[in-house]
């Protein structure tokens, strides 16, 4: 079946410092990928997609993603985070096969210490 | 422009009331979902319309109703609901095949 592996429940990052939060996908072809980020009581809002070309993605708030097919991973990476980074992150994946239809990770919640 | 508006922000209903969600885009998107996010979790998708026909509805009780009046506008008409089902309820966009964008959401707390 298909799945999305967010092998990190919560990571603790000090502020400054750099951040990768992995994702690891299950499926036979390269799925359309991303990443969403989520504030306390908010809406999701996408950091950033990759449907196919440069592996390396660049996203909004200074986040970027590396898609290695070879892992199936899709890890997304900041190399200085701020305090109002502290969210929770998902990482989503659209099969081929659906237009529609995305497979999330569980999320990662991001904690930044000062 | 990639807002998606929903309101109201807060919604706090019994179990015998009818109340309505409404979602609102301007990105001249043509597919537009709805979906149920409890704490701690990813969200569930529950109705998607494609070109303003319903596409997809993951088996979703009848109390929970969609509706697209126009390609812009989406709605989704909550009746007898229980407890449980208080959540956020999330909107999004999406042109076919593209990243759906999403709305702030609407806290529903069902007593």
């Known amino acids: 079946a298909q799945s999305v592996t967010q092998p990190d429940i919560h990571i603790t990052v000090s502020e400054g410092a750099s951040l990768e939060l992995r994702c690891n996908y299950s499926y036979g072809a390269t799925p359309y990928l991303f990443w969403y980020v989520q504030s306390p009581g908010q809406g999701l809002q996408l950091l950033l997609k990759?449907?196919?070309?440069d592996t390396l993605v660049q996203g909004i708030k200074g986040f970027e993603a590396e898609f290695k097919r070879s892992q199936s991973s899709f890890n997304l990476r900041k190399p200085s985070v701020h305090w109002s980074d502290a969210a929770e992150y998902f990482c989503a994946v659209c099969p081929g096969d659906s237009n529609y239809q995305l497979i999330w990770g569980a999320g990662t919640k991001l904690i930044i210490k000062p | 422009d990639t807002e998606v508006t929903q309101t109201p922000k807060h919604l706090v209903m019994g179990m015998t009331n009818k109340k309505s969600l409404k979602c609102e885009q301007h990105m001249g998107h043509r597919a537009m979902y709805w979906y149920k996010q409890k704490a701690k979790k990813p969200p569930e998708l529950m109705f998607v319309?494609?070109?303003?026909?319903?596409?997809i509805n993951e088996s979703v009780p009848s109390r929970f109703s969609p509706e697209c009046p126009n390609s812009s506008l989406l709605n989704l008409h909550l009746h007898a609901l229980q407890p449980e089902d208080s959540a956020l309820y999330l909107c999004a966009s999406s042109q076919v095949s593209g990243a759906q964008y999403f709305g702030p959401g609407t806290r529903l707390t069902v007593l």
């Open positions: 319309y494609s070109y303003e026909k319903l596409s």
């Open positions: 990759y449907f196919s070309g």
